[in-house]
């Protein structure tokens, strides 16, 4: 295998190996934070055996400023990948606050009350709030919304209450 590595693809393998591990780091750490602690352990052991493979591999051509871009550069584009996926996975909730305006003191009878329903009947956890703005008495709508379908829902409030 080190004769491999010694040949200039060698650096194009260190490359990859890097941007496997630093991507699995970035998905890692998100996973413990969120307190799946046993898969972010998983995914951590098979990591730093690719991080153990790419950094010894590295150091043994370290004379070879191709094999050391090779690292650096898959470092770089690890980060860059791993910030990518997670947002494509778009794991966990977010909240949004929509503020619609009220038509009369009563909450029930708002354009607040309506969206709320139409949002619940898709699915959604919704809480509404009676506040005051500078322009008068308007609703807010605090929705629970799984991050991947935050987009649907900006588009649902914006089609309903511009």
Not at 29 to 56: D, H, K, M, S
Not at 100 to 119: G, H, I
Request: hydrophobic share 50%; aromatic share 6%.
């Amino acid at each position: 295998m080190d004769a491999i590595f010694a040949l200039p693809i060698g650096a194009l393998l260190i490359f990859c190996l890097r941007v496997i591990d630093v991507s699995m780091a970035t998905f890692r750490t998100i996973l413990a934070v969120r307190g799946e602690r046993g898969l972010a352990a998983a995914i951590g052991f098979v990591e730093v055996l690719i991080w153990i493979t790419a950094v010894g591999q590295a150091l043994q051509h370290v004379d070879s400023p191709l094999h050391l871009l090779g690292y650096a550069g898959g470092f770089a584009t690890g980060n860059y990948v791993g910030v990518w996926l997670e947002e494509r996975l778009a794991l966990g909730l977010s909240v949004l606050h929509a503020v619609t305006r009220l038509e009369s003191q009563e909450v029930n009878d708002t354009t607040s009350m309506l969206l709320a329903d139409r949002l619940r009947d898709a699915g959604y956890a919704v809480t509404q709030i009676e506040g005051r703005g500078r322009d008068g008495n308007v609703g807010l709508l605090k929705i629970v919304v799984p991050r991947r379908r935050v987009h649907a829902v900006h588009e649902l409030l914006r089609d309903y209450d511009p």
